[in-house]
């Protein structure tokens, strides 16, 4: 009914900039809370970054100041801006989201998420 579909990850050097973006598609009334999470080899998967529908915003403390969540309701989609990367950002990161679909129910969804590496 609903998918979330994540795009622009991709290698860049430290130091460099991605955005990465979660449209939502499907029988969607409107998002809710939306977040982006990330899964590094070997560990588990953490909240990077999160926005209501009211935009306000909380961010891990690893990313706070670089990365920058913002969303566009009228398209149904969600940006994480990633300034000043590091190495130790490199994870597949996937998109969550709080749908509340077009028959009135509200629903969790995931992404199947896009790789980012940061190396030199």
């Known amino acids: 009914q609903v998918q979330l579909v994540e795009s622009g990850g991709g290698l860049v050097q430290p130091g460099g900039s991605l955005r990465l973006s979660c449209k939502a598609s499907g029988s969607i009334s409107s998002m809710l809370t939306m977040g982006w999470y990330r899964q590094a080899p070997g560990k588990q998967r953490v909240l990077v970054a999160a926005i209501n529908s009211g935009g306000n915003t909380n961010y891990a403390d690893s990313v706070k100041g670089r990365f920058t969540i913002s969303r566009d309701n009228a398209k149904n989609t969600v940006y994480l801006q990633m300034n000043s990367l590091k190495p130790e950002d490199t994870a597949v990161y996937y998109c969550?989201?709080?749908?509340?679909?077009?028959?009135?129910?509200?629903?969790?969804?995931w992404g199947q998420g896009t790789q980012v590496t940061i190396s030199s």
């Open positions: 969550n989201g709080d749908i509340k679909l077009l028959d009135g129910r509200i629903r969790g969804y």
